[in-house]
């Protein structure tokens, strides 16, 4: 190589290595990058597909807050720059809103929702007006009548925008300063004043969410079949996760479909919520407030079913998934069924299931004397409310109660909305408390639901065959109820909750819970706490080593216990003075049982009987803003850009060929003298 090609290639390394460098600070200066944002993506199931997504590079689109309905002419006829990114705070987050941007979504990039501070007045439900419609008991076989909210409208709120497809991308923001700086930019470049035109440089926005499934879940799920590489590039996922159970007394866990010589009494509670977007489902009257109830009772229950046990045994099931249609109970009344189940169908003798219980108003008199609760049933012959009981009923005829607090319809003004929060519970706490203070001040709503937890487990263990002289030793604890609704809905990173969960499952803990499902890969946050909660709220400490607690067994010689209990280490509280916990072993009979639709097991994609639902995949999720310049500027700008390359392109040629004669030095005579 001569010295000529060296220094080129010099000089081409040195510029490249400016340009990396360069280039990473001149991106800095052009975009500011949002954070925490929460889009609205892709599910599928046997017929179509409902969500959100962005091309493959992400929509770009000249910002504009809308102001108004009456506004949305501007984006959808007279903005002479589209398309546009709308920006909406919340209470223009109407299903009459966003199906014009739809229609209209030629001119629209996107869509960008304000999360507000505080709840509006007005409801909000983004779930249909009859959840889990084709999926329950009720169908054109079994009381067609009953089918499809025909007598009852359960959720008369629902406007279905989570049950439609948009094809631009859809993202929550907080209110604050990425919020802050989007207005800024916008009242600064786009804002037209006086109705005259804004004038470039605009303040665009570029939102990223492309998703890779299409169509529906058979179409994805094929594709995910072809792909035979060593790293094949799945499409998407079934919704799914695992349900968590427990029984009063220890069922052997590797006997599967045993028919047992007594029979079992089922409380169930439903796990899941979702709302509009990925990851804001808090779930707080939908799910939370029932399964709060069912954990409470269960440790209610703990002292009297160990003294007196009652004649049948008391599961308590807590199921994943049942906001599509019915994954969890589904899943178990099929493994049930299939002798895959520690119990067999045959075995239930009854279910009681606790639902939204913010206001309780249907239970059972015989247990609430005594109890501040108002008792009521339905004035006349109704459907059964959307319920876990529904998928035992399909099954096969089997007594059961659904404990609701509405008689019709939902109370729930926000039911699978990101505002049925802690503050739609009501849970508040009195200003300049600790964190810590907060945890334990025992709330108006968990008294409330105290009640009603005491009131479930008298009726549980009546039910179960109980003997009556127990039943005033059983009372739900106040403390225990005001702790999880904290743990829940406000911070789940609380003292309580960390000493009761073990040293590697910390990562999971951290603001309010986010209910949605997800897909099968691996248990849920929300799971994995009500597993470990479970456990410590119905089982026992044994005083063994951590390394035998780890290996499920008490001692050496123990080989059956690991069968009829559940062994986990949790890492304690530390003492004062000290930041050594004081880990512990717990003995329970909590287990996970998969909740994975069962249509997936059998490969049948188009099911009628089982949920089909699945996730898209996505590569990534983000947001940025920046200034955007003329579309003529864009085009003089390339142009020159051009003209440039390939004038350079053509000197490189020019001065390459001419090279011997441009760079050739004159030889000195051979006879010079000096």
């Known amino acids: 190589m001569d010295l000529l090609s060296s220094k080129w290639i010099l000089n081409l390394i040195l510029c490249s290595l400016f340009i990396g460098v360069g280039g990473n600070s001149v991106e800095k200066k052009i975009y500011v990058h949002l954070n925490y944002t929460v889009p609205c993506v892709r599910l599928l199931n046997a017929t179509h597909q409902i969500g959100c997504q962005s091309s493959l590079s992400g929509n770009v689109g000249v910002l504009h807050v809308l102001e108004s309905e009456d506004n949305l002419d501007w984006v959808l006829k007279s903005g002479p720059n589209p398309p546009y990114l709308v920006i909406l705070e919340s209470p223009l987050f109407t299903r009459s809103i966003m199906m014009k941007l739809k229609n209209g979504s030629r001119r629209v990039a996107g869509v960008v929702v304000v999360a507000p501070n505080a709840n509006p007045l007005e409801a909000f439900s983004p779930h249909t007006t009859c959840p889990n419609e084709n999926s329950g008991v009720y169908s054109e076989d079994y009381d067609p009548a009953l089918a499809h909210c025909n007598v009852t409208v359960w959720n008369p709120f629902g406007n279905g925008l989570a049950y439609e497809e948009f094809d631009f991308p859809i993202f929550s923001l907080k209110d604050d300063n990425d919020t802050h700086v989007i207005r800024q930019c916008y009242m600064e470049h786009n804002r037209a004043v006086n109705g005259s035109t804004p004038q470039y440089p605009l303040c665009a926005m570029q939102l990223y969410s492309h998703m890779s499934a299409v169509t529906n879940t058979a179409t994805c799920m094929r594709r ?294 997800g897909v099968t890969q691996q248990s849920s946050e929300p799971t994995l706490l009500v597993q470990h909660l479970l456990a410590n709220l119905t089982g026992s400490t044994v005083n063994i080593t951590q390394e035998n607690c780890q290996n499920q067994r008490e001692d050496e010689n123990d080989k059956e216990n690991k069968h009829m209990y559940y062994y986990m280490w949790v890492q304690g509280a530390a003492p004062p003075n000290s930041t050594q916990r004081e880990g512990f072993c717990i003995r329970s009979t909590v287990r996970l049982s998969k909740a994975l639709s069962p249509a997936f097991d059998m490969r049948e994609y188009t099911s009628k009987d089982y949920s089909t639902w699945t996730e898209s995949r996505w590569k990534s999720i983000k947001g940025r803003i920046f200034l955007v310049a003329s579309h003529d500027l864009e085009m003089l700008t390339l142009g020159v850009g051009i003209a440039v390359l390939l004038t350079s392109l053509l000197l490189t040629y020019v001065i390459s060929s001419k090279a011997d004669m441009l760079f050739s030095s004159g030889r000195e005579p051979t006879n010079a003298t000096y």
């Open 224 to 517: 995910n079949d072809i792909d035979f590489s060593i790293s094949p590039e799945m499409v998407c996922d079934p919704l799914g996760d695992y349900n968590v159970w427990a029984s009063t007394r220890p069922i052997n866990n590797t006997a599967k479909g045993h028919k047992m010589w007594e029979s079992v009494v089922i409380a169930a509670a439903r796990l899941d919520s979702r709302s509009f977007f990925f990851d804001i489902a808090p779930g707080a009257d939908s799910g939370v407030s029932g399964f709060v109830t069912l954990l409470a009772a269960a440790h209610a229950l703990r002292n009297a079913t160990q003294e007196a046990p009652p004649n049948r045994t008391i599961l308590y099931a807590f199921f994943q998934g049942e906001t599509f249609d019915y994954i969890g109970s589904s899943r178990m009344v099929y493994d049930m069924q299939n002798n895959q189940f520690a119990v067999d169908l045959d075995n239930v003798h009854s279910v009681l299931e606790i639902g939204q219980v913010r206001k309780l108003i249907e239970n059972l008199q015989s247990a609430a004397g005594g109890l501040n609760i108002s008792m009521d049933e339905p004035s006349v012959s109704q459907p059964l409310p959307p319920s876990s009981f529904q998928r035992f009923l399909r099954a096969r005829p089997i007594p059961g109660v659904v404990l609701e607090d509405h008689q019709s319809a939902f109370s729930n003004r926000f039911y699978e909305s990101m505002y049925d929060n802690a503050e739609y519970l009501n849970i508040s706490y009195p200003p300049n408390m600790t964190p810590e203070e907060q945890l334990e001040f025992v709330t108006d709503t968990a008294k409330a639901l105290t009640e009603v937890a005491t009131m479930v487990a008298k009726a549980l263990y009546m039910q179960a065959g109980g003997s009556e002289p127990q039943l005033s030793s059983i009372k739900a604890d106040a403390q225990i109820v005001t702790r999880l609704l904290y743990g829940f809905l406000v911070r789940s990173n609380n003292s309580w909750f960390q000493q009761l969960i073990p040293s590697d499952l910390m990562s999971h803990l951290g603001k309010p819970t986010n209910f949605y499902v």
